[in-house]
């Protein structure tokens, strides 16, 4: 980094900071931005991206927002990565389609960018993306809240992410048509609304947001009977309202993530299902994308699906789960 470049980095945000590989001529340098520095599974995007480019012998900068939503924090990392020579970046985008110029920009340039978890709108606007098909996450959360709700009526709460973001339009969209309803399709980025969803709410992927989120959704309509959630800090959020509401046990909460806590939560009933997923693993192929785009020029292309599975506390006839044993050994780690 240059000492231009160092006097800049304190009057802005975020801030980048370098792996554990020293610099060297001709070192791949490869930039990840994620959505936010403190949310488990960004946690864990950015220590398998570390672990992979302290194998391949890439040095790594690493970036974040404030928070999800935070698209200018994003560029802002972006910007900084390749005045600091990055030819490489990889980015969970926070906003799918503000985040485009910057995106264009940087290709512009040379600069290789991979988007890891979550697309860009439309997905053309990066070289590549690695990550899950969060329709069908969507739809293993789904098929489970219907068979665990048995008889009861479907009065539904969706704690959704952000308006417009592509991953939280096919989680909820996903969900929807794995509970049975009537939904759109997984290229729509609005989000379906039968008239057994009572509740909607935008929760950011935040705990504090998705239980004032929830409490919101239970003055509404105290009777609802299934809550899904974005992610498992949505979920623990949830679970809070309705533990505090005394209605834990009346409802089928269910989440997507996957992650060490996420699934402990399984294990205890806080959240009925969730569907796991794999960042480590798309952390160390879009360095593995990088280092060979660096060494040899050649760009990756299309998606890259790193696959999902469903965690679940009981198992249910017809629904194909794993258990938490299962899913503790392979939270945020490898499918």
Do not use: W
């Not at 389609?97 to 910057?102: D, L, T």
């Not at 790193?306 to 965690?311: N, P, S």
Request: glycine letters at 10%; hydrophobic letters at 45%; one cysteine or more.
């Amino acid at each position: 980094m240059s000492l231009r470049l160092a006097a800049l980095v304190p009057l802005l945000a975020p801030v980048i900071c370098a792996g554990a590989v020293p610099a060297a001529a001709q070192q791949p340098i490869i930039g990840l931005i994620t959505k936010t520095e403190t949310n488990p599974y960004f946690v864990m995007t950015r220590d398998g991206a570390r672990a992979a480019a302290r194998a391949r012998g890439a040095r790594l900068l690493t970036g974040a927002g404030k928070n999800d939503g935070d698209n200018a924090g994003q560029v802002t990392a972006m910007e900084n990565m390749i005045a600091a020579g990055a030819r490489a970046i990889l980015i969970t985008v926070s906003d799918a389609k503000a985040i485009i110029p910057a995106i264009r920009k940087a290709r512009a340039k040379g600069v290789l960018v991979v988007a890891l978890d979550s697309p860009t709108d439309p997905l053309s606007a990066t070289d590549a993306f690695i990550g899950t098909d969060n329709y069908k996450a969507g739809m293993l959360i789904g098929s489970y809240a219907r068979a665990a709700l048995g008889r009861r009526p479907a009065r539904i709460a969706t704690l959704d992410l952000l308006p417009g973001h592509p991953v939280g339009a096919q989680r909820h969209n996903g969900f929807l048509k794995g509970f049975g309803l009537a939904a759109p399709v997984a290229s729509v980025n609005t989000l379906g609304r039968p008239p057994e969803v009572v509740c909607m709410a935008d929760s950011y992927g935040d705990q504090a947001k998705g239980q004032t989120a929830m409490e919101n959704c239970l003055q509404k309509n105290p009777e609802i009977t299934v809550v899904y959630t974005i992610n498992e800090p949505t979920a623990a959020g949830a679970f809070r309202a309705l533990k505090a509401a005394g209605k834990e046990r009346q409802v089928v909460l269910v989440s997507v993530d996957g992650g060490c806590q996420g699934v402990r939560d399984v294990a205890s009933g806080a959240i009925a299902a969730t569907a796991q997923q794999y960042p480590a693993r798309m952390a160390e192929l879009g360095i593995a994308a990088g280092v060979e785009f660096v060494t040899s020029g050649k760009r990756p292309s299309g998606y890259t699906d790193t696959g999902v599975a469903l965690i679940a506390g009981r198992a249910l006839p017809e629904i194909e789960s794993k258990d938490v044993k299962a899913g503790l050994a392979s939270c945020f780690g490898r499918k």
